[in-house]
């Protein structure tokens, strides 16, 4: 172990916990690259979840700020087993070599806003059609066409369709919601309110928003981030050069 970090509270190691465990959930060998500027207070974490073609970032807030930068790329399972969520200590593992996504993250400013972005609840709705509509395509699927390729090439069509009248692809969202970034957004509702004589929780959708920077477009919410090459910049992350953020 090179150190360990104090987070805020319980409920940023647990918020960070699930996020690393949903990255593992895809891939077991997942890594991911860990950020601290000296003096910040927030961690951030990046994270690639395969076949969505996206980075995911995740952010936790610090108890202290620190007195030397971070930036590191460790694995995340043991990342994810190191976390102590009663006592919000991270101790970072020793750092291993680094994916190539690992040194093409995105610029850390110059975002803009995008506008063409669907209500909240349409960003959701969206991604619910499209995964209804893979499976019942799939499902209609003759038994001598049901291959590995010709299920990635519907899933190729559905995921690169964009979101209302924006450039982002469904894959993006898709990559949102299955990292729990567009869960709904609980809070507490007066006791006057709910007259049950004490505080009740309302869930209402996550708020998102798209910004835009140097052929990157990121999908932000309270939760995470996701962002993703702009379409027909350099043909998806894979294609880029490895390069030092």
Request: hydrophobic letters at 45%; zero cysteines; charged letters at 20%.
């Amino acid at each position: 172990m090179n150190e360990q970090l104090r987070l805020a509270d319980s409920g940023e190691a647990a918020d960070l916990a699930a996020f690393l465990g949903r990255l593992v959930h895809y891939d077991r060998a997942a890594a991911v690259r860990l950020q601290a500027s000296a003096g910040g207070g927030a961690l951030a974490v990046f994270g690639r979840p395969p076949s969505f073609d996206v980075l995911a970032i995740r952010t936790a807030r610090l108890a202290e700020p620190l007195a030397t930068p971070l930036d590191v790329t460790v694995s995340a399972g043991e990342l994810l087993e190191a976390i102590d969520e009663d006592a919000a200590t991270l101790p970072v593992p020793a750092a291993v070599t680094g994916p190539p996504w690992a040194g093409v993250l995105p610029p850390r400013g110059g975002w803009q806003p995008v506008a063409g972005l669907p209500a909240p609840e349409a960003v959701r709705a969206a991604v619910a059609a499209a995964v209804t509509e893979f499976r019942a395509r799939d499902e209609a699927l003759p038994p001598q066409h049901r291959t590995r390729s010709e299920r990635d090439r519907i899933g190729r069509e559905i995921w690169s369709r964009t979101l209302g009248d924006t450039e982002l692809p469904l894959r993006a969202v898709h990559a949102a919601q299955s990292l729990g970034f567009l869960r709904p957004v609980r809070s507490p509702v007066p006791a006057a309110s709910n007259g049950s004589g004490g505080a009740a929780a309302e869930a209402t959708p996550a708020p998102v928003a798209l910004f835009a920077s140097a052929g990157w477009l990121r999908l932000s919410t309270p939760y995470g981030s996701v962002a993703t090459r702009r379409p027909g910049r350099t043909g998806g992350l894979g294609a880029l050069q490895v390069r030092p953020v």
